[in-house]
T-cell receptor, first 112, second 112 residues
Framework: NAGVTQTPKFQVLKTGQSMTLQCAQD?????MSWYRQDPGMGLRLIHY???????DQGEVPNGYNVSRSTTEDFPLRLLSAAPSQTSVYFC???????????FGPGTRLTVL | GQQVMQIPQYQHVQEGEDFTTYCNSS?????IQWYKQRPGGHPVFLIQ?????EVKKQKRLTFQFGEAKKNSSLHITATQTTDVGTYFC????????????FGAGTRLAVHP
């Protein structure tokens, strides 16, 4: 099993550009989430999904969109990048039996 | 809103010394989870505590959940250089496991 995979690993954008961060998992988990991690602030939930076709907002959803067309994939879209979105983004999937979250390796995003 | 406070923010110890990080909340915690993130890595699930007063051990790591479910702690006995990283606690509060709220983390440095 590859677990949770994320692409790209690094990305530099200019203000106003849009892009999609990819996330995939091969563990057949129903639950998936996106977090951002900023220095000294821990992880903050952006959006989450409880299954294909079902998504909901987390703590900091503004400026981001998600969709979940399959169990495996949960992409995160930045609509119009802003410097405040410079961060490390982690995707996670959750095992519903033990509630353990499995995190991907992260995408380090810089917005100039 | 609901918050999880972690102290200390940073701790450096000599190899072989003990280390403790604390997780506190002004509201009742629901199900505390602990994660470890190595430098440059992604968070990795360590354990979940559910019951008031619960104590769990994993080799040199001891996890406790307070009797009033308003605090939790992680204690490492005889630290090793492999313990280096940031330790996060997270709680679901009333939002369920899909809406974890993370503390800011305690960064541990171990000097050989």
């Amino acid at each position: 099993n590859a677990g949770v995979t994320q692409t790209p690993k690094f990305q530099v954008l200019k203000t106003g550009q849009s892009m999609t961060l990819q996330c995939a998992q091969d563990m057949n988990h129903e639950y998936m989430s996106w977090y951002r991690q900023d220095p000294g602030m821990g992880l903050r939930l952006i959006h989450y999904s409880v299954g294909a076709g079902i998504t909901d907002q987390g703590e900091v959803p503004n400026g981001y969109n998600v969709s979940r067309s399959t169990t495996e994939d949960f992409p995160l879209r930045l609509l119009s990048a802003a410097p405040s979105q410079t961060s490390v983004y982690f995707c996670a999937s959750r095992d519903s039996t033990y509630n353990e979250q499995f995190f991907g390796p992260g995408t380090r995003l810089t917005v100039l | 809103g609901q918050q999880v406070m972690q102290i200390p923010q940073y701790q450096h110890v000599q190899e072989g010394e003990d280390f403790t990080t604390y997780c506190n909340s002004s509201t009742t915690l629901s199900n505390i989870q602990w994660y470890k993130q190595r430098p440059g890595g992604h968070p990795v699930f360590l354990i979940q505590l559910v019951k008031s007063g619960e104590v769990k051990k994993q080799k040199r790591l001891t996890f406790q959940f307070g009797e009033a479910k308003k605090n939790s702690s992680l204690h490492i006995t005889a630290t090793q250089t492999t313990d280096v990283g940031t330790y996060f606690c997270a709680d679901s509060f009333s939002g369920g496991y899909n809406k974890l709220i993370f503390g800011a983390g305690t960064r541990l440095a171990v000097h050989p």
